[in-house]
């Protein structure tokens, strides 16, 4: 069992940026894919960028291209969200996601979440 916790959510203004946290209770370079997901009130749950499990390549949401960079600290068993440039539309829950299999967009692939991170961005 993995434990996930997301911390680094906040309220912020259209443009700012924030960076969100994931700390894993074990390290997931070599082992687990992680990804980070987002909720929106009202809205299914979706992909938003993901590290593979034995590489550093990466993979991202559309949206998120550009904007969002996702990194892993592999001495501190943390996998960051780096988000820039922020919209209105990103406000959601954040949400980290541990996979034993690959790297891939879909929410059931995932074996361990975190509880959230909740960031508001207001225009």
């Known amino acids: 069992q993995v434990q996930v916790v997301e911390s680094g959510g906040g309220s912020v203004q259209a443009g700012d940026s924030l960076r969100l946290s994931c700390a894993t209770s074990?390290?997931?370079?070599?082992?687990?894919?992680v990804a980070w997901f987002r909720q929106a009130p009202g809205k299914e749950r979706e992909f938003v960028a993901g590290?593979?499990?034995?590489?550093?390549?990466?993979y991202y949401a559309k949206f998120g291209k550009g904007r969002f960079r996702i990194s892993r600290d592999n001495a501190e068993n943390t996998v960051f969200l780096q988000m820039n440039s922020l919209k209105p539309e990103d406000t959601a829950i954040y949400y980290c996601?541990?996979?034993?299999?690959?790297?891939?967009?879909?929410?059931?692939?995932?074996?361990?979440w975190g509880q959230g991170t909740r960031v508001t961005v207001s225009s």
């Open positions: 590290l593979y499990k034995n590489r550093a390549s990466t």
């Open positions: 074990e390290n997931t370079f070599g082992r687990y894919a």
């Open positions: 996601a541990v996979s034993r299999s690959v790297m891939t967009s879909r929410v059931g692939n995932y074996d361990y």
